[in-house]
Nanobody, 126 residues
């Protein structure tokens, strides 16, 4: 059974940076998709970035050029590097796992993800 643990959240001022980690366990292969979602109270969960099984990546427009997703296969960790953070980036960030997505051209539907982490809070103050 796949298990995900996020870490790295915190509170920063606008313009600051954070690196989130998603530690993956319980899956014996290196080819899998991880997507990062964020959620704020009263809003739907929003996918912001994803890395496919073939290491293709996709970012939504509002984070493109500021966020970067990468993986360390040796450690089974997927990272979300977040730079130039803005107050609108505030939210609970979740990583999600799929073994059914290889190439990514957008954020895959949530129905394709079969494991989720518990989330890590990111707060950006102005």
């Amino acid at each position: 059974q796949v298990h995900l643990v996020e870490s790295g959240g915190g509170s920063v001022q606008a313009g600051g940076s954070l690196r989130l980690s998603c530690a993956v366990s319980g899956y014996p292969y290196n080819s899998y998709c991880i997507a990062w979602f964020r959620q704020t109270p009263g809003k739907e969960r929003e996918g912001v970035a994803t890395i496919g099984g073939d290491d293709s990546t996709f970012y939504i427009h509002s984070v493109k050029g500021r966020f970067s997703v990468s993986r360390d296969n040796g450690k089974n960790i997927v990272y979300l590097e977040m730079n130039s953070l803005q107050p609108e980036d505030t939210g609970m960030y979740f990583c999600a796992f799929s073994d059914r997505v290889n190439n990514v051209l957008n954020i895959p539907p949530t129905s394709l993800f079969n494991a989720w982490g518990q989330g890590t809070q990111v707060t950006v103050s102005s």
